[in-house]
T-cell receptor, first 114, second 114 residues
Framework: DGGITQSPKYLFRKEGQNVTLSCEQN?????MYWYRQDPGQGLRLIYY???????QKGDIAEGYSVSREKKESFPLTVTSAQKNPTAFYLC?????????????FGPGTRLTVL | AQSVTQLDSQVPVFEEAPVELRCNYS??????LFWYVQYPNQGLQLLLK??????LVKGINGFEAEFNKSQTSFHLRKPSVHISDTAEYFC????????????FGQGTTLQVKP
C-alpha cells in the first residue's frame, strides 16, 4: 500500500539531547512537509521541501533541522536548541508544492521531553 | 497575510443530529480551502477541498461544505452524525500561485453522544 510512515510512534528525549524523527513516503511525491501540533493551536509548519537537496524554513524552524537526500525520505532533527519540543509531529507529502495539491499525512510521532 | 479562524473549539452533538463546524478565513488574494479530519493519535485525512467552480463541495463520509466568498467562510456540515464522526476537524487555506503552504485553523473537536 502506498502511504507515509513515521517512526517511532512515541519518543522520549532527555533535555540537551538531539533526536531524529523519521518520515518515509512511497507515493512518489515531490514535496514533503513537517508540522508541529500543540493542543488548541492547530498545525504549524516547521520545514518543507519541494525537491531533493532543497528545503525551506517554515513558520517555526528555530531549533529544528532537516535533510532531503532521497525523494522518499525527509527526516527531522529536534535539536537541544528547541526550548519546548514536547509536541505531536506530523509529516506530510504532496505531488507538487502548489496551492491546489492535497497533502497526505503520516500517523505522527509524539515527542516527550523528560 | 492569511489566517483561519474556527469559531468553536468544541461542538457536542447527539447521534443522528445535524452539525455545522464553522470556519472563517482572511486573505487578500484568491485562496483554496480544505477540511481535514484527525482521529485520536492519528494523522490528518482530507475530507474535502474547494478549488474553484461550484461553491458547494461534497466530501467523504457524508460531509459537505459551502464556500461563501462575501462572508469569507467555509463551513462544514453533515445532516446526520454518527458516533464514529467523533474527531478533531481542521480547516485550512492555501494561496493561489506556486506555493503549497497550508495555514491551519485551531481545530474543532466534534463530540458525538449516543
Amino acid at each position: 500500500d502506498g502511504g507515509i510512515t513515521q517512526s517511532p510512534k512515541y519518543l522520549f528525549r532527555k533535555e540537551g539531547q538531539n533526536v531524529t524523527l523519521s518520515c518515509e513516503q512511497n507515493l512518489n511525491h515531490d514535496a514533503m512537509y513537517w508540522y508541529r501540533q500543540d493542543p488548541g493551536q492547530g498545525l504549524r509548519l516547521i520545514y518543507y521541501s519541494q525537491i531533493v537537496n532543497d528545503f525551506q524554513k517554515g513558520d517555526i524552524a528555530e531549533g529544528y533541522s532537516v535533510s532531503r537526500e532521497k525523494k522518499e525520505s525527509f527526516p527531522l532533527t529536534v535539536t537541544s536548541a528547541q526550548k519546548n519540543p514536547t509536541a505531536f509531529y506530523l509529516c506530510a507529502s504532496s505531488i507538487e508544492r502548489t496551492g491546489t495539491d492535497t497533502q497526505y499525512f503520516g500517523p505522527g510521532t509524539r515527542l516527550t521531553v523528560l | 497575510a492569511q489566517s483561519v479562524t474556527q469559531l468553536d473549539s468544541q461542538v457536542p452533538v447527539f447521534e443522528e443530529a445535524p452539525v455545522e463546524l464553522r470556519c472563517n478565513y482572511s486573505s487578500s488574494v484568491s485562496v483554496y480551502l480544505f477540511w481535514y479530519v484527525q482521529y485520536p493519535n492519528q494523522g490528518l485525512q482530507l475530507l474535502l477541498k474547494y478549488l474553484s467552480g461550484s461553491t458547494l463541495v461534497k466530501g467523504i463520509n457524508g460531509f459537505e461544505a459551502e464556500f461563501n466568498k462575501s462572508q469569507t467562510s467555509f463551513h462544514l456540515r453533515k445532516p446526520s452524525v454518527h458516533i464514529s464522526d467523533t474527531a478533531e476537524y481542521f480547516c485550512a487555506v492555501s494561496r493561489s500561485g506556486n506555493t503549497g503552504k497550508l495555514i491551519f485553523g485551531q481545530g474543532t473537536t466534534l463530540q458525538v453522544k449516543p
